[in-house]
């Protein structure tokens, strides 16, 4: 409704809006950037903005076959500026504001670009951008059904879409499993979920009471050493206390926990009466895709209770990376009729072998943001006994809140209001895709890698460094001219006379992952063609003879490619070994300049927590009472 020439209320009085006051005059101008309450005849001003933002963020991709990042090519962020900025008195007008957001974007990478694969990080797909955007407009508030009708069906279906994947019985069948059904909340990351996790199995295991009076007992989280940061933010966060985190060590072929150590674990805080709150499976480590077996970390779960008074130990599974696989559950392998090729069809069951066991879980960790191709943030903690999560969780009534529905998720989140975006956008997706979108999303990545893994065996320079992972993840490494990649790699790999090659053979791969990106960075073209935007790794394993990481270098680094997005192609891979064989013989045509930066091995700063350390650890707390 738009108001021309007469002001509906001036305050009190009635006037033209030349004569209003001040106030008025610009308040009037700025509900026009509000949506109409009201159906509009014309174009809906919403529309029109959107319109002008698409379009810009349109202008900003590359032309077709263009560079690997959004808006100028060789731009670097710069973010001195910032502190020194100051809200203006003035407004602006939506058109220029709307210009200078799109601006924002300038420089950045580009995920959805054929060259990108640096991480695990997908393009969102257009059901989920939509959807969360739609929210933007209505503002559901997924606090409670008050606040999003039936907008909160986005997060219940969601939950109930999951727990079917995961083999957890039928919430509609309530009667069924006495009391007790499964559910799920949306909330922010994968490092959300985690914490989620731990707060529910600190509560199940300590008690109710350690709500109000506090953690005051060295309850403690079994988790791998391959598991991911998150276990430390989360006894942080919680006031456990990142001592508390024990790490099991794990396979150094499958990366996976080792049973052995855990159930040694396990046995020693058993009879040292320490309880243990959680163990944490991982279901997909970020690179090589390690899965822990939950079959079995739940059998150890029977067998060494927690003393009295605590509570069973809650099983976590991590599967933020994992989760997807589980849409092939009803994939029938024999006839394949999606038509993998037969490595990928094998990789594609071996990794859904890996997670089918998820339903022995207490609870399930998904990121959509990863693995489910939905904007940033949309995770999701799937609870089998969501029941016990709401008892135990559930804060008093609220005077400003009413349970108005049937469903009232804010008492007992951990967020107050709770944005409708991530659950709109994981519905959304999940609708969208279904499980055939999944398992041809999923299949096809492997299958594109499977080309690049084929041009790596074929080329005598370099070598896949991960043949046996099954994600999405390949590692290798480039060698100078003439050296035999294998036979090479193989030396260095497991000959500790070989160290000073393998270091030496580090720096390149490290100066090669610099120079591509480089490239990457300056938009212009070498050797012929756009640089990839890939990333590499400085320690994906250490070398054989060197298991326990003491010798210092004595690790594998590769160049790495994660390509998640479904643009990536034959031809993006051809590229990209093209353009790793040009900067390696770019970089051998620079001066030497000594020895290469220093890198903190990742791996060296988990070792602490030894088996022998956390156990005269526990004696001494145990004894100090
Ligand atoms: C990414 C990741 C997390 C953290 O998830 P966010 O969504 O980034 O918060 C936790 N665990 C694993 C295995 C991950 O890969």
């Known amino acids: 409704m738009k108001i021309e020439n007469f002001a509906k209320h001036a305050g009190k009085a009635r006037q033209a809006l030349a004569a209003a006051p001040r106030w008025f005059q610009v308040r009037n101008t700025i509900n026009e950037a509000f949506p109409s309450p009201f159906r509009t005849e014309g174009p809906d001003p919403l529309a029109v903005g959107m319109n002008q933002a698409l379009a810009l963020l349109n202008s900003l991709k590359p032309e077709p076959g263009g560079p690997a990042h959004i808006g100028p090519a060789s731009m670097h962020p710069s973010y001195e500026h910032a502190p020194s900025v100051h809200l203006e008195q003035a407004s602006l007008p939506l058109s220029e504001v709307v210009s200078k957001s799109a601006k924002l974007f300038?420089?950045?990478?580009?995920?959805?670009?054929?060259?990108?694969?640096?991480?695990?990080?997908?393009?969102?797909?257009?059901?989920?951008?939509?959807?969360?955007?739609?929210?933007?407009?209505?503002?559901?508030?997924?606090?409670?059904?008050?606040?999003?009708?039936?907008?909160?069906?986005?997060?219940?279906?969601?939950?109930?879409?999951?727990?079917?994947?995961?083999?957890?019985?039928?919430?509609?069948?309530?009667?069924?499993?006495?009391?007790?059904?499964?559910?799920?909340?949306?909330?922010?990351?994968?490092?959300?979920?985690?914490?989620?996790?731990?707060?529910?199995?600190?509560?199940?295991?300590?008690?109710?009471?350690?709500?109000?009076?506090?953690?005051?007992?060295?309850?403690?989280?079994?988790?791998?050493?391959?598991?991911?940061?998150?276990?430390?933010?989360?006894?942080?966060?919680?006031?456990?206390?990142?001592?508390?985190?024990?790490?099991?060590?794990?396979?150094?072929?499958?990366?996976?926990?080792?049973?052995?150590?855990?159930?040694?674990?396990?046995?020693?805080?058993?009879?040292?009466?320490?309880?243990?709150?959680?163990?944490?499976?991982?279901?997909?480590?970020?690179?090589?895709?390690?899965?822990?077996?939950?079959?079995?970390?739940?059998?150890?779960?029977?067998?060494?209770?927690?003393?009295?008074?605590?509570?069973?130990?809650?099983?976590?599974?991590?599967?933020?990376?994992?989760?997807?696989?589980?849409?092939?559950g009803t994939y029938d392998f024999k006839a394949n009729p999606l038509g993998f090729t037969p490595t990928v069809l094998a990789q594609v069951q071996k990794n859904y072998e890996a997670v089918k066991n998820l339903k022995e879980a207490d609870a399930v960790g998904c990121d959509f943001h990863k693995v489910g191709w939905s904007p940033y943030n949309c995770s999701i903690i799937v609870m089998k006994d969501f029941t016990e999560f709401q008892t135990l969780m559930r804060r008093g009534e609220s005077a400003y809140l009413q349970a108005r529905t049937q469903y009232n998720p804010g008492l007992y989140t951990l967020e107050v209001s709770r944005t409708g975006a991530?659950?709109?956008?994981?519905?959304?997706?999940?609708?969208?895709?279904?499980?055939?979108?999944?398992?041809?999303?999923?299949?096809?990545?492997?299958?594109?890698?499977?080309?690049?893994?084929?041009?790596?065996?074929?080329?005598p320079e370099l070598v896949c460094v991960n043949d046996a992972d099954t994600g999405f993840v390949t590692l290798f490494r480039v060698y100078p001219q003439g050296v035999n990649a294998q036979q090479q790699y193989a030396r260095e790999l497991t000959d500790p006379k070989a160290l000073a090659e393998l270091k030496a053979h580090n720096a390149l791969q490290?100066?090669?992952?610099?120079?591509?990106?480089?490239?990457?960075?300056?938009?212009?073209?070498?050797?012929?063609?756009?640089?990839?935007?890939?990333?590499?790794?400085?320690?994906?394993?250490?070398?054989?003879?060197?298991?326990?990481?003491?010798?210092?270098?004595?690790?594998?680094?590769?160049?790495?490619?994660?390509?998640?997005?479904?643009?990536?192609?034959?031809?993006?891979?051809?590229?990209?070994?093209?353009?790793?064989?040009?900067?390696?013989?770019?970089?051998?045509?620079?001066?030497?300049?000594?020895?290469?930066?220093?890198?903190?091995?990742?791996?060296?700063?988990?070792?602490?927590?030894?088996?022998?350390d956390l156990l005269s650890g526990v004696t001494r707390r145990t004894h100090q009472g």
């Open 106 to 328: 300038e420089g950045m990478p580009h995920w959805n670009h054929p060259l990108t694969m640096p991480n695990v990080i997908p393009p969102a797909n257009l059901a989920g951008i939509i959807s969360a955007m739609m929210t933007q407009v209505f503002s559901p508030n997924i606090i409670e059904g008050e606040y999003s009708w039936n907008v909160e069906n986005s997060e219940l279906e969601s939950a109930a879409m999951l727990s079917h994947l995961i083999g957890w019985p039928n919430p509609s069948n309530l009667d069924a499993v006495e009391g007790s059904a499964p559910g799920g909340l949306y909330t922010f990351g994968g490092s959300g979920c985690y914490f989620y996790a731990m707060k529910y199995a600190l509560t199940r295991v300590l008690g109710k009471e350690s709500r109000s009076k506090g953690i005051r007992a060295d309850a403690k989280i079994l988790v791998s050493y391959q598991g991911h940061y998150a276990k430390d933010i989360s006894s942080d966060w919680t006031g456990l206390g990142m001592d508390n985190v024990v790490q099991i060590r794990t396979d150094p072929v499958t990366n996976a926990m080792d049973l052995k150590h855990l159930e040694e674990v396990m046995r020693t805080f058993n009879e040292a009466q320490v309880p243990i709150a959680a163990i944490v499976c991982t279901m997909g480590t970020t690179d090589a895709f390690a899965v822990d077996d939950v079959k079995a970390v739940r059998e150890l779960v029977g067998k060494y209770p927690n003393p009295a008074p605590y509570g069973k130990t809650f099983i976590y599974c991590d599967a933020v990376i994992g989760w997807s696989w589980l849409t092939f």
């Open 422 to 459: 991530y659950s709109m956008a994981g519905w959304a997706t999940l609708k969208f895709l279904g499980r055939e979108g999944f398992q041809s999303i999923l299949g096809g990545v492997l299958e594109v890698q499977e080309a690049l893994r084929e041009m790596l065996a074929e080329h």
């Open 510 to 612: 490290e100066k090669v992952a610099d120079k591509i990106w480089d490239w990457f960075r300056d938009g212009k073209q070498h050797g012929g063609a756009y640089a990839p935007y890939i990333s590499y790794t400085s320690g994906f394993r250490p070398t054989d003879y060197n298991p326990d990481m003491a010798i210092d270098g004595a690790v594998i680094y590769g160049l790495k490619a994660f390509p998640m997005n479904l643009n990536v192609d034959l031809e993006t891979m051809q590229t990209l070994i093209k353009l790793v064989l040009t900067a390696r013989d770019e970089v051998a045509k620079e001066p030497k300049n000594g020895v290469p930066k220093k890198r903190v091995e990742r791996r060296a700063a988990l070792t602490r927590g030894t088996v022998e």
